[in-house]
């Protein structure tokens, strides 16, 4: 069991291409991950993380976003950019919109 724990903040300028801290009691504002534009996979799932889908707009090479079970919330037209994404997982999330948001991604 991962006993990782802290705030997203605290990650500062790392310049990281993926990130998975699933299941820790990681907590903060999904907006102090939005200078991570290179990130190309992102796995919060199951944690204390929340704020706006939109805090990933500027993300344009990530192929793999897991947000599930987290209080994420926001509209899906967020992730318009995200045009190689090809797994996305946005289940037990506030997250809304129409799916033709998603349209030109490779799902």
Known sequence: STSVSG?????????????????????????????LTILESLNLSSTSISGD????????????LDLSATSIFGDLTSLRNSSILGILDL?????????????????
Do not use: F, K, Q
């Not at 889908?53 to 793999?64: H, I, P, S, V």
């Open 91 to 107: 289940s037990s999330t506030i997250v809304s919109g129409d799916l033709a948001a998603l349209s030109n991604m490779p799902l």
């Open 7 to 35: 705030d997203l903040a605290s990650l500062g300028n790392l310049n990281l291409g993926h990130l998975d801290l699933s299941s820790t009691s990681v907590s903060g504002d999904l907006a102090a991950l939005s200078y």
């Open 53 to 64: 889908l939109a805090a990933l707009g500027n993300m344009t090479m990530l192929g793999y």
